[in-house]
């Protein structure tokens, strides 16, 4: 595994703890809200990690598929848990569906393209976490959630994530495609 994989693994725990860190402090709050965020937090942790799935086990479509569901329902469902059995299952079902299309995506997606789309999809998980916290705290007089309720701050926050995700090392080494090097005696 390389480092760069090692530092988004550890981007992404720390990102699915804040959707669940979101439902922990609003428990009290809109059943549907925390559904709806329970389904965010499954869906972009399903497609996110089965992803990487695709990418580690290519060309076994079946164990990738099945490794992102697993993950995905995993997060899920330990982001709905603070809250009531439906919003559980809100998280699960989001989490299954996630890492079913995750599996998908990184199994069809081209050798070379996966620091690309590993950053693409940790920033959209950003900016639903982002988009998320600010529906909870129309209100709050939070310090935190001032800084965030300032779109250029958001804007920001996310531009140097990304700027950030840009310097960390490749997450997947170079691979070199064994077909280009195979020569043939007869042509």
Do not use: W
């Amino acid at each position: 595994m390389s480092f760069g994989l090692l530092v988004f693994f550890i981007a992404s725990t720390v990102l699915f703890l804040c959707y669940y860190l979101v439902i922990v402090q609003n428990r009290h709050d809109s059943q549907m809200s925390l559904m709806m965020t329970a389904m965010a937090g499954g869906m972009t942790a399903g497609v996110l990690f089965g992803t990487i799935m695709g990418f580690l086990l290519r060309g076994d479509f079946v164990q990738s598929t099945i490794l992102g569901i697993v993950i995905g329902m995993t997060i899920g469902a330990f982001i709905g848990l603070p809250h009531q059995l439906i919003t559980t299952l809100e998280g699960m079902l989001a989490g299954l569906m996630g890492g079913m299309m995750g599996a998908m995506v990184g199994e069809m997606s081209p050798i070379g393209q996966e620091d690309t789309l590993l950053k693409f999809l940790f920033m959209i998980s950003l900016i639903v976490l982002v988009i998320t916290i600010r529906l909870f705290h129309a209100e709050s007089k939070s310090v935190i959630v001032t800084f965030l309720r300032n779109p250029l701050i958001v804007f920001l926050l996310v531009m140097f994530v990304f700027f950030a995700l840009e310097q960390v090392d490749t997450f997947f080494p170079e691979q070199i495609d064994s077909s280009e090097h195979n020569h043939s005696v007869f042509g």
